[in-house]
């Protein structure tokens, strides 16, 4: 008899830098409703290698509104306790001639004037000839990039969103590990979906520019490329993205005034899933979802006299 095939494996992985709000919570109810209606298992991941950013508190008040709203995960885990997974991959990627040391600073980088796509600026490549080999990685106290390959890397969104192909030309070379010796984002995300062996991503379309850096890394260190969907964001309303830097309403407010069946019918209904914000648990949105029902163009969200209104 044939094996059984393994269940899809997806993620949700919040920053543990601050409070829910309503983009986490709908990012959440995404990927929830994604993995639960194809039978995937759903890890949530706690992206926490931020150490002057992230807290053990804000962890745990994600994993608190999550289990209010009604979302449940199968594993949870915690990424700052990769450290050794990451550094392996350093050391990979020095040994194959990837890394380099970098002593730019940010205005040196910003005198270049190269616009990256995600509104800042490019890294010029300046230091790409101070290649740093595996066994300098210990005593080297400079940040480190990747040698990024040249050209095009086919990157594919399920929904159809039009990917940036050309990572270099993007965002420049990636920043892998900072000065202070800890790991970025670009890292530590690829290497982790490796370990927790994710087959599909589902996540809000802020983070699409990044996707073709993160299949080029993947190639570079033999990792599989798992399937990338991205979604509809909850935006200021004057377009800037819902963040908590922004004064966006985090959790702990949300529910002195919501139940977690009105807020989730209301996010369902931000979403496109139900034509009014009927309460409605997210267990309750399941059969009928597909994400053809979900609304493609990002939505504006207000926060008057203490509720959420769209518009
Ligand atoms: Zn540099």
């Not at 300098?136 to 990917?163: N, V």
């Not at 490329?225 to 830097?245: D, F, I, Q, S, V």
């Amino acid at each position: 008899m044939p094996a059984p095939a393994r269940p899809e494996r997806c993620r949700f992985a919040p920053t543990t830098s601050g409070p829910a709000h309503p983009g986490t919570l709908l990012a959440a109810l995404l990927c929830w409703l994604d993995a639960r209606s194809r039978g995937a298992e759903l890890i949530l991941r706690l992206e926490d290698i931020d150490p002057e950013r992230c807290t053990p508190a804000h962890a745990d008040a994600i994993c608190a509104a999550l289990e209010w709203l009604g979302i449940d995960w199968d594993e949870r885990v915690v990424q700052s306790t990769r450290a050794a997974a990451h550094t392996g991959a350093l050391r990979r990627l020095a040994a194959d001639g990837r890394l380099y040391a970098c002593t730019c600073t940010r205005a040196e980088i910003r005198r270049a004037r190269l616009p990256a796509v995600d509104g800042g600026w490019r890294y010029p490549g300046t230091c790409r000839a101070r290649g740093i080999g595996a066994d300098e990685l210990d005593d080297c106290d400079a940040a480190l990039r990747l040698r990024l390959p040249d050209g095009e890397i086919e990157a594919r969104d399920e929904s159809g969103l039009d990917l940036e192909r050309d990572p270099l030309r993007a965002l420049g070379d990636p920043l892998l590990r900072r000065r202070d010796g800890t790991v970025s984002y670009a890292l530590a995300v690829v290497v982790d979906d490796a370990i927790d062996g994710i087959t599909r991503i589902v996540r809000g379309r802020d983070l699409a520019h990044t996707t073709a850096g993160q299949i080029a890394l993947q190639r570079l260190l033999d990792l599989p490329t798992p399937a990338y969907r991205h979604h509809l964001l909850l935006l200021e309303p004057r377009g800037g993205k819902l963040a908590k830097l922004h004064g966006s309403v985090a959790w702990e407010q949300l529910r002195e005034v919501y139940g977690p069946a009105e807020l989730c019918g209301w996010l369902a209904s931000a979403a496109g899933l139900q034509r009014a914000p009927d309460p409605i648990r997210p267990a309750g949105l399941l059969s009928g979802f597909g994400w053809d029902q979900v609304r493609r163009t990002d939505a504006r969200v207000r926060w008057s006299d203490g509720r959420l209104e769209l518009g």
